[in-house]
């Protein structure tokens, strides 16, 4: 039995209300990212928070004490893309604000940076950032 795409990206709210558009168009995008990424979509799962709730998962398991926009924990295997994405809706909107971007256009590009670590991408290092940059440019250049 072919298993269905839909069953492998899934969204989800923890304590704000927000409502993520263009579900289908988004789930498609992604996986098309994880396939050129040469990767095999297993579970992956975006969760859309608050600053506080996302500040609070980076210092009980990152050890750190800052806000931040995404944090994203890795379950993949050799080939396969798994994980949950959890996303600070807050942090978003503001970073959309301080980069002069479209709120939309700012979620696509977190959404975006966690799957990316997921395929294997780092943003350590200046290189590495640089890199990840590249990449989302290159992807979200093919949103449709």
Request: aromatic fraction near 14%.
């Amino acid at each position: 039995m072919k298993k269905s795409h839909a069953n492998t990206l899934f969204f989800h709210n923890e304590d704000t209300p927000y409502l993520l558009p263009k579900k289908r168009t988004i789930r498609a995008w992604l996986l098309a990212v994880a396939k050129e990424e040469s990767k095999a979509m297993e579970a992956v799962s975006y969760i859309f928070c608050s600053d506080d709730y996302l500040r609070n998962l980076n210092e009980q398991y990152l050890h750190a004490t800052y806000f931040t926009d995404v944090i994203t924990f890795d379950y993949c295997g050799k080939n396969t893309v798994s994980g949950d994405i959890f996303i600070s809706v807050d942090r978003v909107k503001e970073n959309a604000k301080l980069y002069k971007q479209r709120y939309f256009q700012e979620m696509l590009r977190v959404m975006l940076h966690g799957l990316l670590h997921l395929c294997g991408h780092k943003d350590k290092t200046k290189k590495e950032a640089e890199k990840m940059r590249e990449k989302e440019e290159y992807y979200l250049q093919k949103f449709v």
